[in-house]
């Protein structure tokens, strides 16, 4: 079956430091994979995704390479800003048939000035 | 500006009374989706309709009733056997398998609904 896992949080961090949030997957088939972030009280935004194996999603300066070896979609920024405080979600859909996303748990990040 | 969007933001309902969630969305979309998003859990697929007329259950459709009479709107009526229909709703929408970008997903702001 298809299943995404996902770092656990709540993540804090000071402004300017280096983030990493684990994703794993588990599919058949060639998925699609993505990185969704939700601000408070609000539905998610597409941050950046990848189509295909060893593809660079980047958006925000936000990075994830799809890793077809390890299945593994982790999310990084060099230097993180108090408004990148949110919750992010990594997510998974499949190639053919329906198109519905499968999500992982999501992992709250805090940055702090 | 094409989007999507939910209305209400804040719904109040008591115990066992249906309640409908609107959603519509003007980007010409084929798909469409309603997640549920439960506290520290990612969002699970309650029923999504990939052409107009049609729609399929989800994951946890059990409790819930959706129509696509047209292709901007994807109602989603909560009845009273949704043991516990306390949660964030989103709607989704996207293109459909086959055209460009098809696999992203585009949601709307949600609508949180509290029964009492």
């Known amino acids: 079956g298809n299943s995404v896992t996902q770092m656990e949080g709540p993540v804090t961090l000071s402004e300017e430091a280096f983030l990493t949030i684990n994703c794993t997957y588990t599919?058949?088939?060639?998925?699609?994979l993505f990185w969704y972030v939700q601000y408070p009280g609000e539905g998610l935004q597409l941050l950046l995704k990848?189509?295909?194996?060893?593809d660079k999603g980047s958006n925000k300066g936000f990075e994830a390479t799809y890793r077809k070896e390890t299945t593994s979609f982790h999310l990084e920024k060099g230097s993180v800003q108090v408004s990148d405080s949110a919750v992010y979600f990594c997510?998974?859909?499949?190639?053919?048939?329906?198109?519905?996303?499968?999500f992982g748990t999501g992992t709250r990040l805090t940055v702090i000035p | 500006d094409g989007g999507i969007t939910q209305s209400p933001k804040y719904l109040f309902r008591k115990e066992g009374q249906n309640v409908t969630l609107s959603c519509e969305q003007n980007?010409?979309?084929?798909?469409m989706y309603w997640y549920r998003q439960d506290p520290g859990q990612g969002l699970r697929l309650i029923y999504y309709?990939?052409?107009?007329?049609?729609?399929q259950k989800g994951d946890i459709a059990e409790g819930y009733s959706v129509s696509r009479e047209k292709k901007e709107s994807f109602p989603l009526t909560v009845t009273s056997a949704q043991k516990n229909p306390t949660a964030f709703y989103l709607c989704?929408?996207?293109?459909?398998?086959?055209?460009?970008?098809?696999?992203?997903?585009?949601f709307g702001p949600g609508t949180r609904l509290t029964v009492l």
């Open positions: 997510a998974l859909s499949r190639q053919t048939g329906a198109n519905n996303l499968f």
């Open positions: 309709s990939q052409i107009v007329n049609d729609f």
């Open positions: 980007l010409n979309h084929d798909a």
């Open positions: 989704a929408s996207s293109h459909q398998p086959g055209q460009s970008s098809y696999n992203e997903q585009f």
């Open positions: 990848a189509t295909k194996a060893d």
């Open positions: 599919a058949t088939g060639y998925p699609s």
